[in-house]
């Protein structure tokens, strides 16, 4: 129950909806196809099973490292002791592999997480072959790719096909909690204009090149600190950011990229890594040749993955930055920090060592919040939230959130497939996200484009 009241809150009624296909045997499952899995993010994608697709997936990439360490992946999760999943892999190696794909038409859904450089041609090839897409994020890295991607947007509507990015960040609990009281006129007020000097929305996110994922040292392809492969910070994980300044603050609402958006500035840094570093994340002893240009006189490779966007959405000022660090400190991981300022309180996320790196809400009240109104409106949406509370604080209150409704990072990718399968089994997804995705990446290239100048 508490999964369906998280699921509900977090989607809304799907009111403003487009028709999409329904498979013509409408009781087959669907089948997926993993295209050149080379990124973690593709194996977590079937780290659940879904009653919908069919257990067999086939697989065509090139030949290499890539895919043995996707197939280990799915692998340990079919030879886990706690609920083992039950994929059948079919794996196709060969330089020929994207053709083989689309003459061989294994399936009905291209899942796509790897080499970004390659991600929008891959995805444009599959829509023109009527394939439906699930790709992750970025679906493209560069302004001279956008086009590619807004032209198979415009093919998948033509030949009603879905594409749709893994935006797993809309599932996270602080974050949904912060959407919802941001709704609620008597406990947040207003979202206010803001400032360049501060923003009415603030999302920052600092991520570690080392890391362990699914209880084991992360092995990352070496292509990964090659920002013309994978894409600089500013276009990767900021998606993720500019993403969620989009459906808080203007929920369910089609944003026009060429009315609504405002670019003020961005900027690009990057960060040191050593040889040693290196090996130890990639376990290559050496950097390939193709990353000697970004290292340093001191024989350190500089990775130009953090950035940031300072812009204006329907005239609201935002921004948006990431950090890679090389590895997190005892106990940390990954964090995320947010704030949305109303003209009553301000809805803040932390997540330091004050919080033992756990997220946090908070609401800090402002002058002119009546507490009783608040109280009453917090009141309804613990009964959709059942076991919220409030705690007071020097500030305001935190809001106190049960262990339960925190799933972790790796469980979101299952929440976003079951969503995506339920607009392909309803044949309809709300029409304001196409429009948004390209908003989205609207905003990443070009503030690429700006950085650069």
């Known amino acids: ?76 999760y079919n030879a886990r002791t706690a609920s083992p999943t039950r994929w059948m892999q079919t794996v196709y190696e060969g330089d020929d592999f994207l053709a083989r794909m689309l003459a061989e038409r294994k399936g009905d859904i291209v899942m796509l997480a790897g080499n970004n ?36 947007f415009r093919i998948a509507k033509r030949k009603k096909r879905m594409l749709y990015d893994i935006m797993t960040e809309r599932y996270e609990i602080t974050t949904i909690l912060q959407k919802e009281l941001s709704r609620i006129r008597d406990a947040f007020g207003t979202l206010q204009q803001g400032s360049p000097s501060q923003p009415a929305i603030t999302k920052e996110s600092v991520h570690h090149f080392y890391k362990e994922v699914s209880g084991s040292p992360l092995q990352r392809p070496p292509w990964f600190y090659d920002v013309e492969q994978e894409g600089e910070g500013i276009v990767d994980v900021t998606t993720h950011l500019v993403d969620l300044v989009q459906w808080e603050a203007f929920p369910e609402q089609i944003i026009d990229h060429k009315k609504d958006i405002r670019l003020l500035s961005a900027k690009r840094w990057t960060t040191p890594v050593s040889l040693a570093e290196f090996t130890a994340s990639t376990a290559q002893a050496s950097f390939p040749d193709y990353l000697g240009k970004y290292i340093d006189a001191n024989g350190k490779l500089q990775v130009s993955c953090n950035g940031e966007i300072n812009y204006t959405l329907k005239g609201i000022h935002a921004k948006v930055s990431v950090i890679w660090n090389y590895k997190a400190e005892p106990g940390a991981g990954d964090t995320h920090y947010s704030i949305m300022r109303g003209s009553l309180s301000d809805l803040v996320i932390r997540q ?48 106190v959130i049960p262990a339960s409704y925190h799933e972790g990072h790796e469980a979101h990718f299952a929440r976003v497939t079951e969503k995506y399968l339920e607009f392909l089994k309803t044949g309809r997804m709300p029409k304001w996200e196409v429009p948004n995705m390209i908003a989205k990446y609207y905003t990443t290239t070009e503030a690429l484009r700006l950085s650069a100048k």
């Open 1 to 76: 129950m508490m999964r369906t009241f998280i699921l509900m809150a977090m989607m809304g009624l799907l009111s403003r909806t487009q028709a999409l296909p329904m498979p013509t045997d409408t009781s087959a499952p669907w089948r997926f196809i993993t295209l050149d899995p080379g990124h973690f993010h593709a194996a977590l994608v079937q780290k659940t099973m879904y009653p919908e697709v069919d257990a067999q997936v086939h697989v065509y990439a090139p030949k290499g490292n890539d895919v043995k360490l996707h197939m280990a992946r799915i692998n340990g």
């Open 117 to 152: 450089r390659k991600k929008t041609e891959y995805i444009l090839e599959s829509i023109k072959a009527g394939f439906h897409v699930f790709a992750d994020k970025p679906m493209v890295i560069d302004a001279a790719s956008y086009p590619k991607l807004v032209e198979a």
């Open 352 to 399: 330091g060592r004050e919080q033992q790196f756990k997220p946090k809400l908070y609401v800090e009240r402002k002058a002119g919040l009546d507490e009783v109104a608040f109280r009453k409106a917090f009141t309804a949406l613990e009964k959709r939230f059942p076991g919220i509370s409030l705690a007071p604080d020097d500030k305001g209150w935190e809001v």
